[in-house]
């Protein structure tokens, strides 16, 4: 929410500072008719279209003010779109592995197939440890999963076993800005 | 001056004197509150000579009131700067004494030079000195509120209210003065209008930064904790479990002790201290967020303050952490181990406790956490040793008594502690009876009778066992029968090996010939554990076997006759599935005994 109104708050002000700096021209707008109607028509058709083209690029929402992440998580193809809509929300990730980023670090998505093309970015919202057969219901839906053996049959079809006594990462992340498809 | 402005005013007024009584109700530590209430006081005296002072909505024009209002508005600036310097550098005497220094000595001077010149609150900040210095406070104030939000994660959110508080100052201070002479407000002139904002501001984050109201007892009285615990006081002990239960155990004894307790826990507090029955205790959660009432597990400068708060502050403090896999998972391993280290000293210097949950960590965290001077306990898992000693008595029974006691208990085996025993003891026991009770055999009933005493002898003992002997893995070179005290019956040594007897080379060495009888009895045991050697001893009494001059042909009776009575044990059991597996159970030992009579081994009698 935060991050949002932040945002939110700089694209507004530089709209707002480019809209000003328009409006002020029109304090000089004697000097632009010596120009001609034809030049200004062109020139200055062109030149306003540049602005918007360059002001609408520079305030894309779905691309963040904030530094990229540079810890990438990769997602099977089939789970891109709950992803991105936030059905799927936390993964799980031996403990033996790399550690994860902690509370507040900026992560890419990718597709875990191919090129592995980034298609969101996310923010790691919480990080906790459990034992596999210890994690809750609600995290298991988090992670898109029923039980705890869908999960442990996904991660086998992966190539990683996750045995009931393996200890794991719990990664909660929300979506800060979703690629376009 | 309008009515409107003058009312304005008596807000402001108001609004300081409310967070000044807030500060002081709600500040604990002396030196912060201090200069907190000396910086509302002079925005209150601002304000005071606002209203009353020359050019102020009533006109009155007493000198005084000029004169104090003067160096008020002098000293307020550096004062928020010396504030923010102590909270960003609690503990850094050096850094707090040359900010007093460069901060407060000049104000000083330039506030009374103003009240010799007879500067009031009203043109002082005309003066160019005065000018020039507040602006080096705000600045100040900013590049150190800046620095500590760059430079430490641990003092971030509350920098960013700093510098937002140093905002507002700069804009109702010096700057402010022209837009408001030209809006015609001049009576909101100065400081005063900011005071309220500043001071909720500067407020906010020295109340977050300490929270937690800690109720301390006015004697300490403190009765002996259990003996085979034997924690000694000025230590810090991590316990390696696989999941946290036993630093619970301990931390509990201590807390129904007498003891100053606290929890940090990543868990659920209202729960935990409901579970556990910790009335006294202050029980902390550790969240994402950084609330009034938790603490985020990256803010660890406010982690640290909390607990070397309380470690400081109560005589014989007892902490437990179970959260520092949460607090690893969110941060550098270093941090945390610094964070450990400099919270060991307080615990030492006032003979208190820390107990450290090493569960969920992976070994190098735990070896980085092992260098510091922690005592390390590997605890065993209490469901383990808790089904070994079952097993041991009961054979594959075991099994579906604990699924029983699990759900009379309404609690998971595997979240089974030590504090569970006394219960599950009693539950076993009275299944136990019940099964006994169902077969309408008297002998089965006194076996029944003979095996709960054991097995409640072994449970206590188990329960009492010291801390010692559990963590230095002695419980698993224990004969899990050894754990009562009562004369024991020699398990028979002999084993089956994909169907020939294998002599033990004990025995080989002694050239002692084996016995069907020792072979049939170890079948049993084997099957169905201590109960196995009972029901042999029952049933051969119950078909007029005698066990010296024991056939072939009495076995395969033994076999029928065991057979039945294991598969109807299993109905006797409200567990699911627990009839299919006794009749797996019964099933095995028919195979076992088969082999016995099938073979062409030549038995010797006894």
Known sequence: MKSKVVSWTVRGSVIFLISGCVMALFWYHELLYRYGLLSLFVFGGLGIAALIATVSWLTRPYKSLRMRGKRSFYFPPEDLTKVVFGTISMISIPIDDEKPPGQGSLCVARVDSGKRTPFANFMIKDVNRAIVSDIEEEDLSRMGFYDIDELQTKAQESGVTLSDDLEVYLVEFEVLEKGRF | ?606
């Open chain 2, 1 to 606: 001056m309008g009515g409107l402005a003058y009312f304005l005013v008596l807000v402001i007024f108001i609004g300081s004197l409310v967070v000044l009584l807030l500060g002081v109700i709600t500040l604990k530590k002396r030196g912060l509150r201090s200069v907190f209430a000396a910086l509302m006081t002079a925005f209150l005296i601002v304000n005071f000579c606002w209203l009353f002072g020359p050019g102020g909505f009533l006109g009155i024009d007493p000198s005084f009131y000029s004169l104090l209002g003067g160096s008020a508005t002098v000293l307020t600036f550096p004062m928020a700067t010396f504030l923010i310097l102590m909270f960003l550098h609690p503990r850094n005497l050096v850094k707090q004494i040359s900010t007093f220094s460069l901060l407060m000595i000049p104000a000083v001077v330039l506030g009374s030079w103003a009240s010799q010149v007879g500067v009031g609150a009203t043109q002082v900040y005309e003066i160019q000195y005065v000018y020039l210095f507040v602006i080096l406070c705000i600045c100040l104030g900013l590049v150190e509120s800046i620095w500590g939000w760059l430079g430490s994660r641990t003092v971030r959110n509350q920098c960013y209210l700093f510098i937002l508080a140093f905002l507002v100052l700069f804009a109702t201070g010096p700057l402010y003065d022209y837009e408001l002479e030209m809006l015609g407000f001049w009576g909101l002139r100065g400081a005063s209008l900011g005071a309220p904002i500043v001071g909720a501001f500067i407020l906010a984050p020295l109340v977050m930064a300490n929270p937690m109201p800690f109720v301390k007892t006015p004697y300490l009285t403190i009765s002996k904790s259990r003996p085979s615990y034997d924690l000694k006081q000025g230590r810090c002990y991590g316990i390696s479990e696989k999941r946290p239960k036993y630093c619970y155990t301990l931390f509990k004894d201590l807390s129904d002790s007498g003891y100053t307790t606290m929890v940090l826990t990543s868990s659920d507090p209202g729960r935990l201290r409901m579970d556990l029955g910790l009335t006294g205790s202050t029980v902390i959660g550790m969240t994402s967020r950084d609330t009034s009432k938790t603490l985020k597990a990256t803010n660890l400068g406010r982690v640290l303050f909390t607990l070397t708060d309380f470690a400081e502050k109560n005589r014989k403090p007892v902490m437990l952490l179970d959260c520092l896999h949460y607090m690893l998972s969110n941060n550098d391993t270093v941090d945390v181990a610094e964070l450990i280290q400099k919270l060991i000293e307080p615990i030492e210097r006032n003979d208190g406790v820390l107990i450290m949950s090493f569960s969920l960590m992976t070994k190098e965290e735990k070896e980085t956490l092992l260098g510091l001077d922690v005592v390390h306990l590997q605890m065993p898992p209490p469901e383990d040793v808790i089904s070994r000693i079952l097993s041991a008595h009961l054979g594959d029974l075991s099994e579906y008594l604990l699924k029983l006691s699990s759900r009379m208990m309404n609690k998971k085996a595997r979240d089974f502690t030590v504090e569970d025993i006394p219960e599950l003891s009693s539950i076993l026991a009275h299944s136990m009876r019940a099964l006994g009770n169902a077969t309408n055999e008297e002998a089965i009933l006194r076996n029944w009778e003979r095996q709960v005493i054991g097995l409640r002898q072994s449970l206590a003992s188990f329960q009492n066992a010291p801390i010692a002997f559990l963590s230095s893995d002695g419980w698993m070179d224990r004969d899990p029968l050894d754990w009562m005290k009562k004369p024991q019956r020699r398990r028979p040594k002999m084993r089956m090996v994909a169907g020939q007897a294998v002599i033990p080379k004990a025995l080989a060495t002694t050239d002692r010939k084996v016995s069907l009888h020792d072979e049939v009895s170890g079948v049993f045991v084997d099957s169905l554990g201590d109960f196995g050697g009972d029901l042999l001893r029952m049933e051969c009494a119950n078909l007029g076997i005698e066990p010296k001059t024991m056939t072939k042909e009495d076995v395969e009776m033994l076999a029928d006759s065991a057979v039945t009575i294991v598969s109807e044990m299993g109905g006797f059991v409200n567990v699911e599935s627990a009839n299919g597996s006794m009749k797996a159970t019964a099933e095995n030992l028919k195979k076992g005994l088969g082999r016995i009579f099938q073979e062409t081994v030549e038995w010797y009698p006894e």
